[in-house]
Structure formats: C-alpha cells, structure tokens
C-alpha cells in the first residue's frame, strides 16, 4: 500500500545551523506533498507545499525539494531558530492527507 | 480570517460511551477531514466531507461516524468508546480542491 516515511525520529542542531528533514515516500503516482510543523500542544501547522510539476520551492526561511526520481523529499530550514523546535511531518495529499511518522526537530542554544 | 476551531478541547469519557465532537471550518472552506493521532499509530486518516456528503473514507471500523451541515460545519461521532480510542482528534478544512488542508487544534478524548 501507499506510505510516506521519515528517515530520523529526531534531528538535533544548532542554533543558526540549517536543518535538513528527510522523507520519502512509496506512491511513484503522488504529486502533491505538504510538510506541517506540529507544536506540543496545537494542531498541525501548514508550512510549504510542493506538487510534481516542480523540484524545488521556497519560502520564508524554508525550502522544499521534491526527487521524483528516487521518490524523496525534504524539507530545510535556514537559520535554525528556538521557536522551530516541534514535530515535521510530511504528508501525501490525495484529497486525504497520508501522513510520516514525523521527526522530532530539536534545536539546541 | 479565523482559523479552524474544535470543540470541546478536552473529553474523558468511559468505556462503552459515546462521544460527538465538533469541527467548524475556516469561512469559505467546503471540505472538512478527520484524522486520529495516536504516539503508536500517528496520524491516521477517518473521513473527509464536502459538501455534506462524505467524499473519502479511511480504515475505521463503523463506530465511528461523521456529517457535515450545510454551513459545512461537521461533527464525529464515535460510539461504545475503548481504551484504544483514546487519542486527539483533528479536523482539516480545506476547499474541496485538492487544496492544501488546516487543521484545527484538536480535541484530546480520554477513554477512562
């Protein structure tokens, strides 16, 4: 069946480094990923999405990137702050969201 | 705009309950879904309605149950509650358009 997995439960960095969030996925027919930022305590957080007509996609401070190829995204944060400490899943959205385990991002000061 | 909201935020309830939470959708949104996060299972999909009709439908048994009105608010229903029912329950709304889904904070039932 479909999957999407991620490749560390938890990533610790440094304040200021960038992070690197991996995720890959089973679907070679999914086109359309959301990555969410969920905080103890709240619901998941949209951050970026992307779909399969594109590599790559920026925001503010985040990219996404998209290998079709070998069926794998991720998801990386510039400038690693405090406040983005929190659980980053990825998610295949085909009208219902299949979500990754999530990965535990913890930045240390 | 304002954002998705859940109520009650907090359940306990006991075995052989039941149990209806609500979900009212960001203005304009016509699809709402339905997800169960558990630390042993993570986030699991239930159901999506658009339009008061339930367009999808994941891996749950029977007992558990939805519907939507037509301001597109939508309640679950989940009956003769277990212990394994325990989890937080979310809500994503989203156009309908294979559009990006937000989630509301979430209803955290207890299953005593």
């Known amino acids: 069946g479909e999957s999407v997995g991620l490749h560390l439960p938890t990533l610790s960095v440094q304040e200021g480094d960038n992070s690197i969030i991996n995720c890959a996925y089973s679907n070679s027919a999914s086109d359309y990923f959301i990555w969410y930022k969920q905080e103890s305590g709240k619901g998941p957080q949209f951050i970026i999405d992307i779909r399969s007509n594109m590599d790559k996609r920026q925001g503010q401070r985040v990219t996404v990137l998209l290998n079709k190829t070998v069926k794998h995204l991720s998801l990386q944060i510039a400038a690693t702050q405090p406040g983005d400490s929190a659980v980053y899943f990825c998610?295949?959205?085909?009208?219902?969201?299949?979500f990754g385990q999530g990965t535990t991002l913890q930045v240390k000061p | 705009k304002a954002g998705v909201t859940q109520t009650p935020r907090y359940l306990i309830k006991t075995r052989g309950q039941q149990v209806t939470l609500s979900c009212s959708p960001i203005s304009g949104h016509r699809s709402v879904s339905w997800y169960q996060q558990t630390p042993g299972q993570g986030l699991q999909f239930l159901f999506e309605y658009f339009s008061e009709t339930q367009r999808n439908k994941g891996n749950f048994p029977g007992r558990f149950s939805g519907r939507q009105f037509s301001n597109s608010r939508s309640e679950m229903n989940v009956s003769t509650l277990e212990l394994g029912d325990s989890a937080l329950y979310l809500c994503a709304s989203s156009t309908g358009d294979l559009d990006t889904q937000y989630f509301g904070p979430g209803t955290r039932l207890t299953v005593l």
């Open positions: 998610a295949e959205n085909s009208g219902k969201l299949i």
